[in-house]
């Protein structure tokens, strides 16, 4: 499976919550998209359950379908509750460190972002999304590209208390990743319980 490159309201549609960040498309479309949208009301298996999980995790973090499992891998590797190992490794990628930060609106834009080289890890440029964040380190904007429009736009007024595994400086427009986020901390409704029993089958 590619990256879905496709519109996120049908993605959004297909799940019934946000995912994608379509909100408004959400409240005036609230069943599954395509010409048998409103029908669709049958009881998924337990299997379906479970694989649509993984799905969402999948469209909400922009991962593949090989990276999901080898973070899944290494999350089974770590000590502690398996769930919460994959999630946290999930949050811990440059990406979504930017996107968390609020330098981008969403993970896309927060991906190109990186890919841009806009982005710096420990003062040098970092362009690969995956790049896993490790504790303690800062993540910022480069000097070249903190004027850049989209990054004031996107700081302005953006609550950083929210997300408690993060402190940031708005002086240097960096932010230093504390530690791996609590489940509680993280906002995501994914039930990550169920991606390991797919994973266990």
């Known amino acids: 499976m590619a990256r879905y490159t496709g519109p996120k309201s049908r993605i959004d549609r297909r799940f019934g919550e946000t995912i994608l960040g379509t909100e408004k498309v959400l409240s005036k479309r609230n069943f599954a998209p395509g010409q048998h949208g409103h029908d669709r009301r049958r009881k ?111 700081l302005a007024g953006f609550n950083h208390s929210k997300y408690p595994w993060i402190e940031w400086d708005n002086a240097a427009k960096a932010g230093k990743f504390l530690h791996r986020p609590e489940r509680a901390d993280i906002p995501e409704t994914i039930k990550e319980q169920l991606i390991v029993e797919l994973y266990s089958k």
């Open 44 to 154: 998924q298996s337990e299997y379906g359950v479970m694989l649509a999980e993984k799905q969402k995790a999948k469209y909400a973090y922009g991962v593949l379908e090989r990276q999901f499992r080898n973070l899944f891998e290494k999350a089974s590797k770590m000590e502690g509750i398996k769930g919460e190992n994959l999630l946290q490794l999930l949050e811990s990628r440059l990406d979504n460190v930017v996107y968390r930060l609020g330098l981008a609106p969403t993970r896309r834009a927060a991906r190109q972002l990186v890919g841009h080289k806009h982005i710096t890890v420990d003062g040098k440029v970092v362009s690969i999304p995956s790049f896993s964040v490790k504790p303690g380190q800062i993540v910022g904007v480069r000097e070249k590209s903190k004027s850049l429009e989209v990054i004031e736009a996107n």
